[in-house]
């Protein structure tokens, strides 16, 4: 069974700093495109990060770009993403999210999300 | 960016009816959507992936249809776990892979 656990989230003042976790088993993780997805309350599915399975290539969407990094640790089946100069409108549920597609049926994943974390709540505010 | 809208944003229905939800692409997206169902505190799960077909373990009730940018997603004889928010993605062609806005299903 596939599973996905994020750690990290918590409450973060503007201008600060946060690394999610997400911890991932069930799968060979090394041969699957990871993403991260968040949802602010109340509001609807955003698209956040991907990394390519051995990591070699990376997106993020114009919301990140420059503030947020995503890595991943094979060895410890493990995403991570790293979060800097956090605003409020940063504040929501980020979810760890794994591509149907292995690394056999393309470079990129497909982008469609067969597995889902339960979510790291991240609250920015002073 | 390719846009995702999604119709009705809100549904009243009753268990046993017949729900449809349309969902809108801004370019042709050929068969690359899939849908999803979020129940409240919960992460969003998989039902359907290009376009039409039914991931493993989901009822049968559940159908999904349509290629190029108009999509829908069609529940026969809804049940009470049915009630739940529905959201649209794209995944053709490469990032950025958006979502619809949701549309929520709510009790009469």
């Known amino acids: 069974e596939v599973q996905l656990v994020e750690s990290g989230g918590g409450l973060v003042q503007p201008g600060g700093s946060l690394r999610l976790s997400c911890s991932a088993s069930?799968?060979?993780?090394?041969?699957?495109?990871m993403h991260w997805v968040r949802q602010a309350p109340g509001k609807g599915l955003e698209y956040v990060a991907a990394m390519t399975s051995k990591g070699g290539s990376v997106y993020y969407a114009d919301s990140g770009k420059g503030r947020f990094t995503i890595s991943r640790d094979n060895s410890r089946s493990t995403l991570y993403l790293q979060m800097s100069s956090l605003r409020v409108e940063d504040s929501a549920v980020y979810y760890c999210?794994?591509?149907?597609?292995?690394?056999?049926?393309?470079?990129?994943?497909?982008?469609?999300?067969?597995?889902w974390g339960q979510g790291a709540l991240v609250t920015v505010s002073s | 960016d390719i846009q995702m809208t999604q119709s009705p944003s809100t549904l009243s229905t009753s268990v046993g009816d017949r729900v449809t939800i349309t969902c809108r692409a801004s370019?042709?997206?050929?068969?690359?959507l899939a849908w999803y169902q979020q129940k409240p505190g919960k992460a969003p799960k998989l039902l359907i992936y290009e376009a039409s077909s039914l991931q493993t373990g989901v009822p049968s009730r559940f159908s999904g249809s349509g290629s190029g940018t108009e999509f829908t997603l069609t529940i026969t004889s809804l049940q009470p776990e049915d009630f739940a928010t529905y959201y649209c993605q794209h995944y053709n062609n490469g990032f950025p892979y958006t979502f619809g806005q949701g549309t929520k299903l709510e009790i009469k």
């Open positions: 069930g799968f060979t993780f090394s041969s699957y495109t």
């Open positions: 370019q042709n997206i050929n068969s690359w």
């Open positions: 999210v794994k591509d149907e597609a292995d690394d056999s049926r393309g470079y990129y994943g497909s982008g469609c999300f067969d597995s």
